[in-house]
Antibody
Framework: EVRLVESGGGLVQPGRSLRLSCVAS????????MHWVRQAPGKGLEWVSGISWHSGSVGYADSVKGRFTISRDNAKNSLYLQMNSLRAEDTAFYYCAKDFLHDSDGYSFIDSWGQGTLVTVSS | IVMTPSPATLSVSPGETATLSCRAT??????LAWYQQKPGQAPRLLIY???TRASGIPARFSGSGSGTEFTLTISSLQSEDFAVYYC??????????FGGGTKVEIK
């Protein structure tokens, strides 16, 4: 069974940083593209960032480009999101998500989701 | 690519059929997925490649369409089907883009 467990969320002041982590189990983590998707309370889904299985290809939403950095450690079955210069509009549940595609640099649809970690940016 | 769902809210009685639509601003072939999200839960994959049901998804969920127009049909609505439904394109990326969601509520 695929399991994705996020951690690292919390309350942070505007302009500060936070690092999210996701530990994966139940599948060959190093074969799959992984994503972060966020959802502001009561709002819809927004793709944030994606990373290829070998970390050679990364992508970001325009809203976070230059402030967020995605990374992964395949030896630890872990995905990360370093979030700098946080803004109030970054307040959301952040989901770790597994892409359907394996052994690919491309993106497709998400076939497994974590339960999410809440990031609140407020003074 | 912008994905536009319709309607925003759909009121349906249990046992009836719900028809949800999603429109893309340009052709995405059949590179479209549908997700269901219930309150307090993560989204769940229902349909991919516009019409292929994901593992474990009941046959009352069906998808159709190609190009720019897509439909999710839920036949004989059960109580557990009342939720928010999102479409997502994966034809041109990044970014992956989601529609704003259609809420299916009890009439």
């Amino acid at each position: 069974e695929v399991r994705l467990v996020e951690s690292g969320g919390g309350l942070v002041q505007p302009g500060r940083s936070l690092r999210l982590s996701c530990v994966a189990s139940g599948f060959n983590f190093d074969d799959y593209v992984m994503h972060w998707v966020r959802q502001a309370p009561g709002k819809g889904l927004e793709w944030v960032s994606g990373i290829s299985w070998h970390s050679g290809s990364v992508g970001y939403a325009d809203s976070v480009k230059g402030r967020f950095t995605i990374s992964r450690d395949n030896a630890k079955n872990s995905l990360y999101l370093q979030m700098n210069s946080l803004r109030a509009e970054d307040t959301a549940f952040y989901y770790c998500a597994k892409d359907f595609l394996h052994d690919s640099d491309g993106y497709s649809f998400i076939d497994s989701w974590g339960q999410g970690t809440l990031v609140t940016v407020s003074s | 690519i912008v994905m536009t769902p319709s309607p925003a809210t759909l009121s349906v009685s249990p046992g009836e059929t719900a028809t949800l639509s999603c429109r893309a601003t340009e052709s995405i072939s059949i590179n479209l997925a549908w997700y269901q999200q219930k309150p307090g839960q993560a989204p769940r994959l229902l349909i991919y490649a516009a019409s292929t049901r994901a593992s474990g998804i009941p046959a009352r969920f069906s998808g159709s369409g190609s190009g720019t127009e897509f439909t999710l049909t839920i036949s004989s609505l059960q109580s557990e089907d009342f939720a928010v439904y999102y479409c997502q394109q994966y034809h041109n990326w990044p970014p992956l883009t989601f529609g704003g969601g259609t809420k299916v509520e009890i009439k």
